[in-house]
T-cell receptor
Framework: DAGVTQSPTHLIKTRGQHVTLRCSPISGHKSVSWYQQVLGQGPQFIFQYYEKEERGRGNFPDRFSARQFPNYSSELNVNALLLGDSALYLC???????????FGDGTRLSIL | GQQLNQSPQSMFIQEGEDVSMNCTSSSIFNTWLWYKQEPGEGPVLLIALYKAGELTSNGRLTAQFGITRKDSFLNISASIPSDVGIYFCAGQLLGGTSYGKLTFGQGTILTVHP
């Protein structure tokens, strides 16, 4: 079975632009979470969605938004990009919110 | 944002040696998890712990959920070169605004010399 898949794998943007990152969960998983991982640190929680509803939000500005679709895939949107948004963005999925989360390989976002 | 206190930050060991790393928090968690991350990849789940005092093994890996629910440790026995990577602990607290959120440590970088 396919694991969590994310696209694109790499992305280069300039300050002020907008970006959309995509995630397909493991088949049968209804919950998707997003994390930001800055080089040298552990992942930081951004959002969790379950059954298309937001169930948790981390300490990120309103420039960050997300949604989950009926097929349980998800998008993370970031507006007005800043240099500090450069990071690896990870998506994780699980069957239920209290089950272990399984991660994709991430999207490497570089802001110039 | 909040992160767990994970130690050591890095380890350089010889192949065949045992490894221990731990994670502490000022808050309690319902679940502790240990992940391994290699360059260019996402974190891979190694072990999940659900009860205080629980001791769980996965091959050469053994992890424990601390009695206070504020700590966990991971042991790797008889290390091999493919154990190289960054090991992360993560705590999960179910309920309230933290529902489902994972809080990660800073990671332990493991290097194994053949």
């Amino acid at each position: 079975d396919a694991g969590v898949t994310q696209s694109p794998t790499h992305l280069i943007k300039t300050r002020g632009q907008h970006v959309t990152l995509r995630c397909s969960p493991i088949s049968g998983h209804k919950s998707v979470s997003w994390y930001q991982q800055v080089l040298g640190q552990g992942p930081q929680f951004i959002f969790q969605y379950y059954e298309k509803e937001e169930r948790g939000r981390g300490n990120f500005p309103d420039r960050f938004s997300a949604r989950q679709f009926p097929n349980y895939s998800s998008e993370l949107n970031v507006n007005a990009l800043l240099l500090g948004d450069s990071a690896l963005y990870l998506c994780a999925s699980n069957e239920q919110v209290n089950q272990p989360q399984h991660f994709g390989d991430g999207t490497r976002l570089s802001i110039l | 944002g909040q992160q767990l206190n994970q130690s050591p930050q890095s380890m350089f060991i010889q192949e065949g040696e045992d490894v221990s790393m731990n994670c502490t928090s000022s808050s309690i968690f319902n679940t502790w998890l240990w992940y391994k991350q290699e360059p260019g990849e996402g974190p891979v789940l190694l072990i999940a712990l659900y009860k205080a005092g629980e001791l769980t093994s996965n091959g050469r890996l053994t992890a424990q959920f601390g009695i206070t629910r504020k700590d966990s440790f991971l042991n790797i026995s008889a290390s091999i070169p493919s154990d190289v990577g960054i090991y992360f602990c993560a705590g999960q607290l179910l309920g309230g605004t933290s529902y489902g959120k994972l809080t990660f440590g800073q990671g332990t970088i493991l290097t194994v010399h053949p």
